[in-house]
């Protein structure tokens, strides 16, 4: 008896989906979009619910270890990432000016000794 139940139940859920599904389909066939009147402008900029990822003005490998990112929707907060990113972009710069730099004095004073 438990089982004919279980199997009645099963069936006129089924029934009642494919009903619903039916109507639905038969319902959107005559749909149209229309113009709309005004431009549609993208998504809105999401709203900080932390504070910014901050980096010391020259940051270290410990320090870059340590940033944690907020996670969004869809992963890791872009305009956190890109912040990040450019603060560690004019760090290596500086210091590959400042390597060269070095590189440059070096070859100066080895001419001069020799």
Do not use: W
Not at 22 to 37: L, M, Y
Not at 56 to 70: G, N
């Amino acid at each position: 008896m438990p089982f004919l139940l279980i199997v009645l139940a099963l069936l006129v859920v089924g029934a009642a989906a494919m009903l619903l599904t039916r109507h639905r389909k038969i319902s959107d066939t005559g749909r149209h979009f229309e113009a709309v009147p005004e431009p549609i402008v993208g998504l809105a900029e999401p709203h900080a619910s932390l504070p910014p990822v901050l980096l010391p003005e020259h940051p270290r490998a410990e320090d870059i270890e340590k940033v944690k990112f907020s996670l969004g929707l869809r992963g890791y907060r872009c305009d956190q990432v890109d912040d990040t990113l450019d603060v560690l972009s004019a760090e290596i710069t500086r210091l590959e000016n400042e390597i060269r730099e070095l590189s440059s004095r070096r070859v100066i004073s080895d001419t001069e000794q020799n």
